[in-house]
């Protein structure tokens, strides 16, 4: 079993900066793709980032230049740099771990909310 943790959420004034952590554990025998989803009061859950095992990245439009993904593959550990955060970016953010033969395991999610 594959267990998910977000953390690093809180609440910044806009322009300001937070650091997201995911730390996935458990029987894992190969991750094929760690991403960042975020989900917004009302709105549908969406891609923020997302990062596959060769490396590539894929941002949401609305992020890039202002987020960074990035994964310690020894820990099995993904991060969210969230720099220049604006109110739209508030939601919920969560962390799927797609692991290769297994599935796609989400944490519980970390609240984020950007005041104005």
């Known amino acids: 079993q594959v267990q998910v943790v977000e953390s690093g959420g809180g609440l910044v004034q806009a322009g300001g900066s937070l650091r997201l952590s995911c730390a996935a554990s458990?029987?894992?025998?190969?991750?094929?793709?760690m991403g960042w989803y975020r989900q917004a009061p009302g709105k549908q859950r969406e891609l923020v980032a997302r990062i596959i095992s060769g490396g590539d990245t894929n941002y949401a439009d609305s992020v890039k230049g202002r987020f960074t993904i990035s994964r310690d593959g020894a820990k099995n550990t993904l991060y969210l740099q969230m720099n220049s955060l604006k109110p739209e970016d508030t939601g919920v953010y969560y962390c799927s771990v797609v692991v290769t033969g297994a599935g796609n395991y989400w944490g519980q999610g970390t609240q984020v909310t950007v005041s104005s």
């Open positions: 458990g029987i894992i025998f190969r991750i094929s793709a």
